[in-house]
Nanobody, 124 residues
Framework: QVQLAESGGGLAQAGGSLRLSCAAS????????MGWFRQAPGKEREFVAA????????DYADSVKGRFSISRDNAKNTAYLQMNSLKPEDTAVYYC?????????????????WGQGTQVTVSS
């Protein structure tokens, strides 16, 4: 099973930017979709962004469209989430996950490997 490690979280001011990284080890990410989710205190884990293995399909939650960008470097076995124009409501623990197959998925249950999460806090 693949192990995932997120990094890049921290404290940002509203309007600022952060770039999250998700490094995979244990096996290649080749052939699998990847996604980013977040969970705020007292709320359920929610979809943020994901792409299919081929990269042909990418999608974002409406709340982050136009502000966040997902990408991957297959050579480095790493995925990224560039977050711009941050808002206080973006404050959450962010998780990366590897999908059960190559297709883009939105539900947490469609992902079988998760990182430990990285905290993102946006101050107003």
């Amino acid at each position: 099973q693949v192990q995932l490690a997120e990094s890049g979280g921290g404290l940002a001011q509203a309007g600022g930017s952060l770039r999250l990284s998700c490094a995979a080890s244990g096996r290649t990410l080749s052939g699998y979709a990847m996604g980013w989710f977040r969970q705020a205190p007292g709320k359920e884990r929610e979809f943020v962004a994901a792409f299919s293995w081929s990269g042909g399909r990418i999608d974002y939650a409406d709340s982050v469209k136009g502000r966040f960008s997902i990408s991957r470097d297959n050579a480095k076995n790493t995925a990224y989430l560039q977050m711009n124009s941050l808002k206080p409501e973006d404050t959450a623990v962010y998780y990366c996950a590897v999908g059960l197959n190559a297709g883009l998925k939105y539900a947490p249950g469609s992902y079988d490997s998760w990182g430990q999460g990285t905290q993102v806090t946006v101050s107003s």
